[in-house]
């Protein structure tokens, strides 16, 4: 691959303001290497107002908006993890009473701060054990309900590609199955993502704020800013 043909790509379809955002000159492609599928549930979830409701993804408070509407969803505090998340949140459905950057982080206030409470955990059919594992070790009643599910998606890519950018655990694991990248390095949008891809990438990069656009303004820094192109 020649010095001035930088390749890269995002294992999630990305939209046309975030492909804008690339510089110019690094050559771009975009395909999900994951799909969520958000379950039907049942129409009595909320009959009775929950009173500790947590997302750890912003998939999980999607799926709740497509199956009701933001008035039937009845919550007296909501925690959850990630500054996207708790965006969707407080514009679609009220304030958010506490977030982290991770689930780790939520489980540990959480276990601080609810005691011997109960918690509803909203949540994908891949979900990590942390956050689950830490509350119940510490008491606390926990009622998973699973909105959506994470559908894999894995394909073979044609050539090689400078850098690859990862937006979930899932997404490394199905990119893997089936392409080589002994040469790539891996973008992450957060930790928990970077934690799957150090597993398989010698090189392994992390935004400094979870969300898309810092994953590009990252690889832009890497590749044109610093000059690994001209």
Same mark, same amino acid.
């Given at each position: 691959?020649?010095?001035?043909?930088?390749?890269?790509?995002?294992?999630?379809?990305?939209?046309?303001?975030?492909?804008?955002?690339? @510089?110019?000159?690094?050559?771009?492609? @975009?395909?999900?290497?994951?799909?969520?599928?958000?379950?039907?549930?049942?129409?009595?979830?909320?009959?009775?107002?929950?009173?500790?409701?947590?997302? &750890?993804?912003?998939?999980?408070?999607?799926?709740?908006?497509?199956?009701?509407?933001?008035?039937?969803?009845?919550? @007296?505090?909501?925690?959850?993890?990630?500054?996207?998340?708790?965006?969707?949140?407080?514009?679609?459905?009220?304030?958010?009473?506490?977030?982290?950057?991770?689930?780790?982080?939520?489980?540990?206030?959480?276990?601080?701060?609810?005691?011997?409470?109960?918690?509803?955990?909203?949540?994908?059919?891949?979900?990590?054990?942390?956050?689950?594992?830490?509350? &119940?070790?510490?008491?606390?009643?926990?009622?998973?309900?699973?909105?959506?599910?994470?559908?894999?998606?894995?394909?073979?890519?044609?050539?090689?590609? @400078?850098?690859?950018?990862?937006?979930?655990?899932?997404?490394?694991?199905?990119?893997?199955?089936?392409? &080589?990248?002994?040469?790539?390095?891996?973008?992450?949008?957060?930790? &928990?993502?970077?934690?799957?891809?150090?597993?398989?990438?010698?090189?392994?990069?992390?935004?400094?704020?979870?969300?898309?656009?810092?994953?590009?303004?990252?690889?832009?820094?890497?590749?044109?800013?610093?000059?690994?192109?001209?």
């Amino acid at each position: 691959m020649s010095e001035t043909s930088v390749h890269i790509l995002s294992t999630k379809k990305l939209t046309v303001e975030q492909l804008q955002l690339f @510089d110019r000159k690094l050559n771009v492609t @975009d395909t999900d290497f994951i799909q969520i599928h958000h379950n039907r549930l049942p129409t009595g979830l909320f009959r009775e107002k929950i009173s500790n409701a947590v997302f &750890t993804s912003k998939n999980a408070v999607e799926s709740l908006l497509i199956n009701f509407l933001p008035e039937e969803i009845k919550m @007296d505090n909501i925690y959850c993890v990630g500054r996207k998340t708790k965006g969707i949140i407080e514009k679609r459905l009220g304030k958010v009473t506490h977030y982290e950057k991770n689930a780790v982080q939520l489980a540990n206030y959480l276990v601080k701060e609810l005691k011997e409470e109960s918690v509803t955990f909203f949540c994908g059919n891949q979900r990590r054990d942390e956050l689950p594992v830490i509350l &119940t070790q510490h008491g606390i009643e926990l009622k998973e309900v699973e909105v959506y599910r994470t559908l894999n998606r894995s394909k073979q890519m044609d050539g090689n590609f @400078d850098a690859v950018l990862f937006f979930s655990p899932s997404a490394v694991k199905n990119f893997v199955e089936m392409n &080589t990248f002994e040469q790539s390095v891996a973008y992450c949008i957060g930790e &928990t993502t970077a934690a799957e891809a150090k597993k398989y990438f010698e090189h392994v990069k992390v935004a400094e704020v979870p969300i898309i656009e810092q994953v590009i303004k990252l690889v832009n820094q890497d590749y044109v800013q610093n000059t690994k192109i001209t």
